[in-house]
């Protein structure tokens, strides 16, 4: 499009008070830009006098005021404008340096004035180089969804979707659906006072989705592979208990692909590539939902309490069955182990929750209620039973029949148990007519690849083991994702949960399945960034195969040919930019968000040539965590030194490391990577972008030291969003450290 430029700078908010503001329209005019200047740009009057422009003309506009995080529809011009926010309120004015000593308020100023400058120098160069996205829409896009399982969670994400207008089909590998539910003997109390157990509803659920005309039920049957993206899902069934021809792509070295090429040797991944496009009898989904529920967690490795050897030794499992087939005559007294006790005495079986906790005080019941007489003994480390439960907790207490205690198994020899370290203060010896284990709820993705995907990437999750075999994506900030853009997780694969849990879950998921299917449909991305119309672009003539952003991508959004060339998914991709920042030949990039644009992003800032004291130092912050930190360290008044010069990043992962050896060679005295935290406990939006860019930052110190320069002006560091009043330190220690280092020697070359 031929672009006409409109700049608008506001004085408001105290901004004229912190910097000069003729500065900062003689610094858009250093690029061409005319600017105007307004006292509240996000007024009505101040948004009339844009909107007068871009009525005249104007459809590429450059807003220098507050945060590019706010005031996001005032400055909305429609999609068929450009508009690029220049932070100069949080990134300049509110996180001015207090004068001091060694600078007073004039000085302040001027270092305050340079720094809002050099934000306005950016923005005006970003507005030249980005361009109106165009969104992929898919040929053909299929708005049936797959639920796969068949229990509580898969018949209630299936009548939910089903409620909104969606055709539904459920694949449930047993005979009939309804899962564990069936089992049940009864269930928790889902009204108050939460005192009485009530029969199970699964009989009318399943009535109702089996009624239901847009749900479609196929028993006895599993996935065999799941291809496509979303919009576009290639699904294959087979018999429960049969086995595929294929499994998962093998990883093929580049001499061994040359072998394959010339002949020599036969693919391993022959009979999986192009499977789902040259199978006619895959069916077509637009989303997944996987529901595939748990399975009761093996207690066997705890020898001394006997299960497995001892046959007064039940799961809590098997003993819900027994109570189902009213087998619990004769069973006068019942123990209930919550713990594994021996040496890991303050622990809880594996994969124990709330959810164990509370069933252990059912089954409780279910001994006094089949005998007025029997005794019930519940010895426990921790007995979690959160929101209304409580109250029934309470009511299990007053039965005198039932005893609980805070206690440590040490043992099981037939029918009695051994416990210490109890509330009581003194040993226990028990000696029952059974002994139930309070097993815990491992998720079938633990134990197989239950989704099947058809990915480069293989059949299961990235890095599943990260999560206990959880299937989450991101679990704060998204808790029903999976790394596969499409698929939605509800029920026990994403957590154990309790039926009412379980139902406010998979009504989740069928609405993120919809939403997916709908941003598929306008061409725009699903979380983090919503809405966003951009997708990887690839100059596939200077590829070479290397395979890094296939390999990095943390949602699969890539495959790759024999030769290892990228194959895009776009409405798989989540717009992160990693595998732009993975790329060794720069040519992958977004309409608005490329290598092109940030590098001359970077050469836009003025670096001072001979002023020791203004060194110029870079700071890549992520959009997610970092930047909004240093937004809300901003309203908070708190100083960040002014010598850094921040660009937002979609993620440290799209960081290319070009950008960090250009600016340093170009007489920029240091760079940071600011961004979420990684590991165990991650903050990471897009999974593992923070993780792979600091693996790369390791390896930049051998390329800085071939230009002379010392790898510590080179640094990562990790912050979460709601560390607002610790980025300022964070930052400072950087800068210091940059200026005991001195100046960059390559500035004015």
């Known amino acids: 499009m031929s672009k006409v430029f409109g700049t608008y700078i506001c004085s408001g908010c105290g901004i004229a008070d912190a910097v000069d503001m003729e500065a900062l329209v003689g610094a858009a005019s250093e690029l061409g830009f ?175 989705v089996e009624a239901h005309d847009n749900i479609s039920i196929i028993t006895g049957t599993e996935v065999a592979r799941i291809g496509g993206a979303p919009g576009d899902f290639s699904v294959t069934l087979k018999p429960t208990g049969t086995s595929t021809e294929w499994d998962a792509p093998a990883k093929v070295g580049v001499d061994e692909q040359d072998k394959i090429d010339k002949g020599e040797m036969e693919d391993p991944n022959k009979g999986y590539k192009g499977y789902m496009e040259e ?42 069955k027994m109570a189902k087939e009213g087998k619990l005559s004769g069973v006068n007294s019942v123990a209930f182990v ?41 010895l426990y480390q921790h007995m979690r039973t959160p929101g209304h439960m409580e109250l029934f907790y309470k009511g299990v207490q007053q039965d005198d029949g039932i005893f609980l205690t805070k206690a ?124 966003d119309a951009t997708y990887p672009e690839f100059f596939f003539q200077r590829c070479t195969q290397c395979k890094r952003c296939t390999e990095e991508c943390p949602f699969g959004a890539l495959d790759d040919d024999a030769k290892g060339t990228p194959k895009p998914n776009p409405t798989r991709c989540r717009r992160c930019g990693t595998c732009m920042g993975a790329c060794p030949e720069r ?38 965590d970092a930047y909004p930190t240093l937004d809300m360290a901003a309203m908070r008044k708190h100083s960040v030194n002014n010598l850094i010069r921040v660009i937002p990043v979609r993620c440290l992962g799209s960081v290319n490391m070009a950008w960090i050896r250009d600016a340093l060679s170009a007489g920029m005295d240091g760079a940071l990577l600011l961004g979420c935290k990684y590991g165990d406990d991650y903050q990471c939006h897009f999974v593992k972008g923070s993780e792979i860019a600091t693996k790369r930052m390791e390896n930049i110190g051998d390329t800085l030291s071939t230009l002379g320069l010392e790898p510590e002006r080179c640094g990562v560091r990790q912050v979460a969003i709601s560390d607002y009043n610790k980025v300022p330190e964070v930052i400072e220690e950087f800068v210091e450290e940059i200026l005991e280092l001195g100046p960059n020697p390559f500035k004015g070359f």
């Not at 416990?419 to 226990?428: I, M």
């Not at 608005?592 to 970077?602: A, C, H, Q, R, W």
């Not at 670096?607 to 992520?622: M, N, Q, S, T, Y």
């Open 34 to 208: 005319e600017a105007k200047t307004h006292d509240a740009l996000c007024s009505a009057a101040g948004r009339e006098m844009i909107q007068a422009d871009v009525d005249g003309g104007v459809n590429t506009v450059v807003v220098c005021a507050c945060s590019p995080r706010v005031m996001q529809q005032e400055f909305n011009f429609g999609d068929d404008k450009i508009t690029v926010r220049a932070n100069i309120r949080e990134g300049a004015a509110w996180c001015a340096e207090k004068p001091s000593e060694e600078r007073d308020a004039d000085t302040v100023k001027e270092f305050t004035t340079e720094q809002a400058a050099d934000n306005v120098r950016m923005a005006c160069t970003e507005a030249k180089k980005t361009e109106l996205p165009e969104p992929y829409k898919l040929e053909t896009l299929n708005r049936e969804i797959l639920v796969m399982g068949g229990g509580i969670a898969g018949i209630t994400a299936a009548t939910e979707a089903a409620k909104a207008g969606y055709k539904v089909t459920i694949v449930e590998k047993a005979d009939q659906i309804g899962g564990k539910a069936l089992g049940w003997a009864k269930q928790f109390p889902t009204k108050a006072p939460y005192a009485e157990l009530e029969e199970p509803t699964i009989g009318a659920m399943i009535a109702a």
């Open 279 to 320: 199978n006619p009898e895959a069916q077509k989904f637009g989303a997944v939902i996987l529901a595939t529920g748990w399975v009761p967690a093996d207690v066997s490795e705890y020898e001394h309490l006997g299960h497995g050897s001892n046959d007064k030794v039940v799961t809590n499992a098997e003993f819900e």
């Open 338 to 378: 919550m713990s594994p006790g021996g040496e890991e005495h303050d622990m809880d079986f594996p994969y124990a929750n709330s959810v164990t906790s509370m069933v252990a005080l059912k089954q409780a019941k279910y001994v006094r209620e089949s005998n007025p007489d029997a005794k019930a003994y519940v």
């Open 408 to 531: 440590t198994v040490t043992g099981v020899e037939g029918g009695t148990v051994k416990a210490k370290d109890t509330l009581l203060g003194e040993d226990l010896e028990l000696d029952v007519d059974l002994v139930v284990l309070a097993a815990g709820m491992e998720p079938t993705t633990k134990h197989e690849h239950s989704i099947n995907l058809a990915y480069r990437q293989g059949p299961a999750f990235l890095d599943l083991d990260l999560f206990d075999g959880y299937a989450d994506s991101h679990f704060i900030c998204f808790p029903y994702e999976t790394r596969r853009t499409g698929v939605y997780t509800c029920g026990g694969v994403r957590k154990a949960m309790n039926m009412d849990e379980t139902i406010d879950d998979a009504t989740g998921a069928a609405l993120k399945a919809i939403q997916a299917m709908v941003c598929a449909d306008r061409g725009v991305a699903v979380h983090p960034r919503s809405g």
């Open 587 to 624: 040519i992958i990039g977004f309409k608005n968000y490329n290598i092109d644009l940030v590098g001359s992003m970077l050469k836009s800032i003025e670096v001072p040539e001979d002023e020791d004291d203004k060194l110029r130092i870079l700071v890549f912050a992520c959009e997610n």
